[in-house]
């Protein structure tokens, strides 16, 4: 049975932790159906959001940055005109904006220009979810690469990514057109996912992270996962190293590597704790202030 989207995003509304201020951005580009079905779920759950993204799908640029050009030759989907400036919005909505650059580009629009016109100081960054796992490998990723500008500029920042087994770069449009395709299912139950691991992540006090550093979240394929109170969120480590020494959790104090998790049997989502300078594993006392932060919401595999 299909989880129920509307309950969930009442039930996350009531909290009153998660009014908070919020940036989106991606690497995939403004108009791709993932990102649009986030921003319709963090502000139906009652987070200030404004969304800021490249104009085209970038994917795979890390953290490269260029002024945005001037002129935009190209927009994703068709979704501007030609020769349109180089930061834009949605005419029906003008928190939906993009940026004629990088992702990291977008990012520092994102918190520098536009959070200061509709909010003020954004409290948290929002990257993805990316159309593709980020594993092991996170110095190519755009999304990682967002979120690491968000992390420099003192805004804790959280990356995700979903299995492309279940998302594809199409035009948001299908969200509407195509309600039942596996890739519109995909961006629904990947947005209510985030919601609920917002819901965790910001019950406590602040900070919600410590500074220089950005989680990664990789959601599994929705095959076999169609509810989202069936995900585990796993605390993990970005790469496999035998020889760490990890936070103890779990009556071990080896975290697994984010892929393992993934690819475990079950649905499974990984929680990586990172250095958004070296976008490398960080040691265990940071780690530890993300599991007790999270506390009973993470699971063991």
């Known amino acids: 049975m299909i989880f129920p989207l509307t309950a969930l995003s009442a039930v996350v509304l009531a909290s009153s932790a998660l009014a908070e201020r919020i940036v989106l951005a991606n690497d995939d580009g403004w108009a791709v159906a993932m990102i649009r079905a986030q921003y319709e779920e963090l502000s139906e759950a009652g987070h200030n959001v404004v969304l800021s993204c ?31 400036p180089a930061e834009g ?40 979810p990316n159309v593709g796992n980020n594993l092991a490998w996170l110095k190519t990723s755009g999304t990682i690469g967002a979120a690491c500008e968000a992390s420099r500029n003192g805004i804790p920042s959280i990356a995700i990514s979903g299995s492309k087994d279940s998302l594809a770069q199409v035009s948001y449009t299908t969200l509407g057109s195509e309600p039942l395709s596996k890739n519109t299912l995909g961006a629904r139950i990947y947005a209510a996912l985030t919601i609920r691991f917002l819901d965790a992540l910001l ?56 892929a393992d998790v993934v690819a475990h049997r079950g649905c499974f989502a990984s929680v990586s704790v990172f250095d958004a300078t070296t976008k490398g594993d960080v040691d265990a006392s940071t780690q530890k202030f993300v599991l007790d932060r999270l506390g009973g919401f993470l699971s063991c595999l």
Do not use: W
């Open 54 to 84: 490249p104009a085209i799908n970038l994917s795979g640029t890390g953290s490269s940055s260029f002024p945005p050009i001037r002129t935009l030759y190209e927009c994703q989907f068709q979704t501007c005109p030609v020769f349109s």
């Open 89 to 128: 919005f949605n005419a029906s909505d003008p928190r939906i904006n993009y940026v004629n650059s990088f992702p990291v580009d977008a990012a520092r629009y994102g918190i520098r220009t536009l959070a200061p016109k509709f909010f003020g100081q954004p409290d948290l960054f929002v990257s993805g």
């Open 203 to 258: 019950a406590g006090a602040k900070p919600i992270l410590l500074p220089k550093v950005s989680l990664n979240i990789n959601f599994p394929s929705i095959d076999g996962c169609l509810d989202v109170f069936d995900y585990k969120f796993v605390l993990s480590r970005v790469k496999e190293d035998a020889s760490s020494v990890d936070v103890e959790t779990c009556g071990r104090t080896s975290l697994p590597a984010e």
